[in-house]
């Protein structure tokens, strides 16, 4: 820990991050009489919504959907124009809430966390920023985000490239106008999926450049419809509460899916698939109720998939290249405006890296399968760190000074998504054994912080000063994600999920699947006295 003339400021809570995660932590806190300090790395609060600014950005879960539920009143009074809300009008959602909760007097911003060390004679947390700023906090969350570090590959020689590089992850705050210019986008998740159409129809040329081809089912989006806001607003708790019953905490009003995609004729399943994706979004892939635990049922969906491709993309070659092999949900699946139509354009061109691997770069574009490709700009849309990025590059060290790259060295262990044996009273949220990946993340920031609150109050309650994870409890917890994870298709593929998109990364597999039964299984440890933690 840095030496500096600030004394360490005496907190309850010090939260990292003032995304969805943080500004909840925050107004929880303060309701249960907590002093509670927020520090945020950006400018503003918003998190993802702040920095993820790229044409197109917007979510993929219906709005009326992703947005907090903890305030009837707050759910009630706010508007959503679309039924998939844009990056603007969410990240203007965020700091509606800031200022409706009176939040901002408890963010400090433009301030990052560098490190942070517990004294165990304290029974505290010593932290300090970049900038020099100290806390002393009994409680440490970290709300930084599981997608908020960007994976920047090292590709050889693009130092020497002349034009300018974006990243979908870092946009620029001024408008970005590609009018005229020659453009690259390396990547093909959903953050290109969202900007590949919008950069097409300005751009003069656009290049894409695919390792991997990607499933987009069609978002259908379009101005939020006002009966089926009035709909869901004439019951929004009840509303709330049935989708907190769906495996992903959203999606309650798809029609039912109780049967297997191979108990019906083709003719059925695939008149029950169109009818998914006529709906639009990620219910295509609870058509039926077997496709991500057998990879039989699976791959009739994917071929849907392939089929859709080839009937839209007019180039059968290109058509091909962008079929994907992996079964479908493998990878987090995407939701579109146009992606597969916009390679009819003439301006736009795929290249396909599995056939022609990026050599390096020039200063005028990159080398790829033998061939130089010039561009203005460079779009790396290459995705994050996911789920540990953010914690690693922290000097965090827990009991005994241990570092949590020595704890983290074979991969993010971790109790319930949320707590690390050896560092006490330190909370995680929507980290690594979390459900927030397959889960409407707000629904799962919603829960988690519920959880520690809770927590926080029972260890209060009862005049106890610490919790903290056994080693065996983590094992336990880490052994039964990777089991939930191995009776479905989530194994069969190289995700984010598994670490397996950032070179030298432990593969571990890090979300857990299914949000109802980590509900249960969050609120069964706290009923039994916190089983798997010791108290202090
Ligand atoms: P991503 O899904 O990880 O996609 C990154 C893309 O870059 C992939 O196509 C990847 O190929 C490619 N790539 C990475 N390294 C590369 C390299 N060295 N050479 C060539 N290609 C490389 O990242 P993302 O699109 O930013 O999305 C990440 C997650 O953020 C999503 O899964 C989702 O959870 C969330 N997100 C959500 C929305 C939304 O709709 N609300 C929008 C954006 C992001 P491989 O597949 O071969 O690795």
């Given at each position: ?7 360490a ?16 932590m925050?107004l929880k806190?303060r ?10 790395a ?8 702040y ?12 709005s ?6 903890f ?10 124009t ?5 990056q603007?009008?969410?990240?203007r959602?965020?700091?509606?809430v ?11 911003l433009?301030?990052r966390?560098a ?10 947390w ?15 969350v ?26 979908t992850?870092d946009?620029?705050?001024e ?21 590949i159409?919008?950069i ?21 989006n379009?101005p939020l ?6 709909r ?11 989708n ?11 029609p039912?899916?109780?049967i297997?995609a191979?108990?019906?004729?083709p003719?059925q399943?695939d008149?029950?698939?169109?009818q998914r ?10 058509t ?8 039989a049922?699976?791959e ?10 080839r ?27 146009g ?16 056939a ?11 080398v ?11 779009v ?9 990025g953010?914690?690693l590059r922290?000097?965090?060290r ?7 790259q020595?704890?983290w ?12 044996a050896g ?6 949220l929507?980290?690594?054994?979390s ?15 519920d959880?520690?609150?809770?927590c ?6 009862q005049?106890l000063a ?10 336990d ?9 191995a ?9 984010w999920?598994?670490?397996a ?7 571990m ?9 980590y509900v249960e299984?969050c ?6 006295g ?7």
């Amino acid at each position: 820990m840095p030496e500096t003339a600030n004394p360490a400021r005496p907190v309850d809570l010090l939260i990292v991050g003032a995304g969805f995660g943080g500004l909840y932590m925050l107004l929880k806190a303060r309701r249960q009489g907590l002093a509670a300090q927020v520090i945020e790395a950006a400018g503003s609060v918003g998190g993802t919504w702040y920095h993820n600014r790229y044409p197109g950005a917007r979510v993929d879960i219906e709005s009326m959907e992703y947005s907090f539920g903890f305030d009837e009143a707050l759910q009630q009074d706010w508007h959503w124009t679309e039924r998939y809300a844009a990056q603007p009008e969410l990240l203007r959602y965020a700091n509606h809430v800031a200022d409706r909760f009176g939040l901002r007097d408890g963010i400090r911003l433009n301030t990052r966390l560098a490190g942070a060390h517990f004294d165990a004679s304290a029974q505290r947390w010593q932290a300090w920023s970049e900038t020099g700023e100290r806390w002393s906090a009994r409680f440490l969350v970290l709300a930084a985000g599981p997608l908020s570090t960007p994976n920047r590959p090292d590709f050889p020689g693009l130092a020497d490239f002349r034009g300018r590089v974006l990243h979908t992850a870092d946009w620029p705050h001024e408008a970005v106008d590609f009018s005229g210019q020659r453009v690259g986008v390396i990547g093909t998740g959903s953050s290109a999926v969202q900007a590949i159409p919008l950069i097409a129809e300005q751009a003069a040329q656009l290049t894409v450049f695919q390792r991997t081809a990607t499933y987009a089912v069609p978002a259908h989006n379009g101005p939020l419809d006002p009966d089926f806001e009035a709909r869901i607003k004439a019951d929004y708790a009840g509303f709330r509460a049935r989708n907190r019953q769906m495996m992903g905490g959203f999606g309650s009003l798809l029609p039912p899916n109780r049967i297997s995609a191979l108990a019906v004729s083709p003719e059925q399943r695939d008149a029950m698939f169109e009818q998914r994706w006529r709906i639009g979004g990620f219910g295509v892939l609870g058509t039926f109720s077997d496709l991500i635990v057998n990879p039989a049922a699976n791959e009739l969906a994917g071929e849907f998939v392939r089929r859709k491709i080839r009937a839209t993309v007019h180039d059968p070659a290109t058509a091909e290249a962008l079929c994907p092999r992996h079964p479908i949900g493998c990878k987090r699946l995407c939701v579109d405006t146009g992606y597969y139509a916009t390679y009819n354009r003439p301006n736009v061109r795929l290249v396909d890296l599995a056939a022609a691997p990026i050599e390096g770069f020039t200063p005028a574009g990159l080398v790829a399968g033998g061939e130089e490709h010039r561009f203005d700009s460079l779009v790396l849309a290459t995705g994050f760190d996911a789920m540990t990025g953010t914690v690693l590059r922290l000097d965090l060290r827990g009991r005994g000074g241990e570092r949590i790259q020595d704890h983290w060295k074979a991969g993010p262990l971790n109790c319930l998504g949320m707590a690390i044996a050896g560092f006490p009273n330190l909370f995680n949220l929507v980290g690594p054994g979390s459900t927030s990946a397959f889960t409407n993340v707000i629904v799962a920031i919603e829960h988690q912080v519920d959880w520690i609150a809770g927590c926080i109050a029972d260890l209060d309650a009862q005049g106890l000063a610490t919790i903290e994870a056994t080693p065996q409890a983590e094992a336990d917890y880490v052994a039964h994600v990777n089991t939930v994870a191995a009776r479905t298709i989530y194994l069969n593929c190289n995700s984010w999920y598994l670490g397996a998109n950032i070179a030298g990364k432990p593969r571990m597999f890090m979300p857990l699947f299914g949000f109802p039964a980590y509900v249960e299984k969050c609120a069964e440890v706290a009923r039994q006295g916190y089983t798997g933690f010791v108290l202090g």
